[in-house]
């Protein structure tokens, strides 16, 4: 498995990192056997960066990660989480005291004394540019309660903010083959502040598994289902706010894009990886199988630079005018 600098962590990571949102909740519900299965498959493909948040399962996702790190102490793993959605989304929450709370309630689910990456949870955009959170922040890692800090944002407006700061080690943002504007701008910035690139929704919800049809039913606690209209949270979070019978159309023409040899899924993880900037990807995974499937996905770069001109197509014709001036 490729590894590259992730950022101002200095950490060298996995291209393919694993997204555990799923081992949490609002995909269905996954039995705690099922997910250590998959961290434990993760690990040995080789992926070496954990990405999961104290609102998944409510601390689930943070625990069964803690519960595998304690019980395998000789893997070097790279455990991001992230803070901020477990109240109201009103700026005044973004305080030290709070990060202090919330940072020890993590400590605890992860068995860290020290947090590798710490992430604000998309929070509300007046966040990104107020001082006073990054030194809240930066007072955290004068501490020794993290090592570092970033963030993870819905628009590239707030990433480029979040970048001009100068102890932001890591932007996490939504990147897919339907969801092209961090090309434009945040990657360029990114590269030449030397901040790491975590791509999230890398599959666009599922879309770019090519394993969807019209007929396909998720289930109620599923935020594929419940979330399309953005009830929930922020819609660029399902299907990376796509409408779904256009997703499925345009899933379609990717799949078409795809040599053989090579799954849908592992061709949409292997474009992400050839972008450059990025440093990892992090699909999710609710099966052993799944993680392995993902993981393949970091020896196909090559196939991720053939379909740049098809992927760009695609984007234009379908999602540009609704995607683009959103996020």
């Known amino acids: 498995m490729e590894q590259r ?16 949102w799923q081992l949490g909740a609002d995909w269905g519900s996954v039995e705690p056997k099922d997910a250590t299965a998959v961290l434990e498959a993760a690990a040995d493909a080789g992926v070496n960066f954990f990405d999961t948040a104290d609102v998944y399962g409510d601390g689930r996702s943070e625990q069964t990660i803690g519960a595998f790190l304690a019980d395998n102490p000789g893997l070097d793993i790279t455990v991001a989480t992230k803070m901020g959605r477990r109240v109201d989304q009103v700026p005044e929450y973004y305080t030290l005291s709070n990060f202090r709370e919330w940072t020890d309630r ?17 929070p509300p955009s007046a966040v990104y540019s107020s001082t006073e959170v990054y030194d809240a922040l930066d007072t955290l890692v004068s501490e020794g309660v993290i090592r570092n800090y970033g963030v ?4 590239t407006d707030e990433a480029l903010e979040a970048i001009r700061r100068g102890n932001t080690a890591t932007v996490q943002i939504i990147l ?25 929704v ?28 953005g009830a929930a949270f922020d819609v660029g979070e399902t299907f990376s706010g796509v409408d779904f019978e256009t997703g499925l159309a345009a899933a379609q023409e990717f799949s078409a894009l795809v ?18 900037g990025v440093s990892t990807v992090i699909p999710g995974a609710r099966s052993a199988a799944q993680a ?6 970091g020896g196909h ?6 379909m740049s001109t098809g992927v760009q197509d695609i984007y234009d014709r379908h999602f540009r005018e609704a995607v683009h001036p959103r996020w």
Do not use: M
């Open 5 to 20: 600098t992730l950022g101002k962590t200095a950490r060298n990571v996995s291209v393919i990192g694993l997204g555990t």
């Open 106 to 122: 993590s400590r605890r689910n992860l068995r860290q004394d020290t947090l590798d990456l710490v992430q604000l949870h998309c």
């Open 152 to 155: 993870s944002v819905e628009r």
């Open 176 to 200: 897919n083959a339907f969801r092209l504007k961090p090309l434009d701008e945040v990657l360029p910035a990114a590269r030449q502040a030397g901040v790491g690139i975590i791509a999230r």
């Open 202 to 229: 890398p599959l666009a919800s599922g879309l770019l598994s090519g394993k969807y049809s019209k007929d396909t039913a998720f289930p109620e606690d599923d935020h594929r289902n419940y979330n399309r209209t």
């Open 259 to 276: 040599p053989d040899g090579v799954s849908t899924a592992q061709a949409a993880l292997a474009w992400i990886i050839a972008q450059d």
């Open 292 to 297: 392995r499937a993902n993981a393949e996905a």
């Open 301 to 306: 770069s090559e196939v991720g630079n053939s």
